[in-house]
Nanobody
Framework: QVQFVESGGGLVQAGGSLRLSCTAT????????IGWYRQTPGKQRELVAS????????NYPDSVKGRFTISRDNAKSTVYLQMSNLKPEDTAVYYC?????????WGQGTQVTVSS
């Protein structure tokens, strides 16, 4: 059974930073490109960062580019999302999953709330 467990969310003031972690079990982590996604009520889940299997390639949408950094530790089956200069519009529940996300693999996510 594949499971992604996210942690590290919280309440932070605008301009602050947070580091999210996500640990995977039940998959060969190093063989999968991984993405961080976020969702707010009434909106579709959106991809905010992705990292290739070999850690050589990362991608971000313009909305977070320069503020978010994704990294991975294959030995720990863990992916991280360092978020800085946070904005109120970054408020969301953050999830990780494979880059082509499997619908049944979504975890509980971790709530990030940015106050203005």
């Amino acid at each position: 059974q594949v499971q992604f467990v996210e942690s590290g969310g919280g309440l932070v003031q605008a301009g602050g930073s947070l580091r999210l972690s996500c640990t995977a079990t039940g998959i060969t982590f190093r063989l999968n490109a991984i993405g961080w996604y976020r969702q707010t009520p009434g909106k579709q889940r959106e991809l905010v960062a992705s990292i290739s299997r070999t850690d050589s390639s990362t991608n971000y949408p313009d909305s977070v580019k320069g503020r978010f950094t994704i990294s991975r530790d294959n030995a720990k089956s863990t992916v991280y999302l360092q978020m800085s200069n946070l904005k109120p519009e970054d408020t969301a529940v953050y999830y990780c999953n494979t880059f082509a996300p499997e619908a049944t693999w979504w975890g509980q996510g971790t709530q990030v709330t940015v106050s203005s």
